[in-house]
C-alpha cells in the first residue's frame, strides 16, 4: 500500500474501493498481506480488512504494539487468574422462602422454593423445569423460564 501524504488522498483511495471488481480486490489483499485471502471472505468484508489495512499504515500503527496494547486493556487482572477464565454474572440462587413469578399467557404464576421442592398452586413439584412444564404444557428449562438463566446459547 503506498504511502497517503494526508487524509484526503487516503479519504479517496478508501472511497476507490468500491469501484473495484472482487478479482481486483483479491488482487490487492495479496499484494499487500502477503497471501491470498480467506475463501468464504465476500467482497464487503474484503472491502473492510483492505480499508483497515490502508488506515493503521496510514497512521504507522505497529501490529504487535497494537495487539500488546489490547491485551493489555483487555485482560487486566486477567493476566494473574489466567487468560482462559471467562468472568461471567453471578446467577440468582434458589433459597427455601424464595418466590418466584411468571406471567404466561396472560395468566400470573407464583412458585414457591421450599426445602422439598417447589410449590405451584398448592402442588408440589420437584423442580422448576417440572413446575414450568405443567404451566406451558411442554418441557422447558425451569430456570430458563422463570429468569434466573439466560436462554441464549453461549458462544464456544
Known amino acids: 500500500m503506498t504511502r497517503y501524504g494526508d487524509a484526503a488522498e487516503l479519504e479517496q483511495a478508501l472511497s476507490s474501493l468500491d469501484d473495484l471488481s472482487f478479482g481486483d480486490l483479491k488482487q490487492f489483499y495479496r499484494k499487500h498481506h502477503k497471501q491470498l485471502p480467506p475463501k468464504r471472505m465476500g467482497r464487503t468484508l474484503l472491502i473492510l480488512a483492505i480499508a483497515y489495512e490502508m488506515q493503521r499504515k496510514f497512521h504507522r500503527v505497529r501490529v504487535d504494539r497494537l495487539h500488546k496494547r489490547v491485551r493489555a486493556q483487555s485482560s487486566g487482572s486477567k493476566a494473574r487468574q489466567g487468560a482462559s477464565q471467562k468472568k461471567t454474572a453471578p446467577r440468582p440462587s434458589l433459597r427455601p422462602g424464595g ?10 404464576y407464583e412458585v414457591y422454593v421450599a426445602d422439598d421442592g417447589c410449590y405451584l398452586d398448592g402442588k408440589r413439584f420437584r423442580s422448576l423445569s417440572a413446575a414450568a412444564e405443567a404451566i406451558t404444557g411442554v418441557k422447558r428449562n425451569g430456570p430458563a423460564f422463570f429468569g434466573l438463566r439466560s436462554t441464549r446459547v453461549r458462544a464456544q
Open 99 to 108: 418466590r418466584l413469578v411468571r406471567e404466561w399467557r396472560g395468566k400470573q
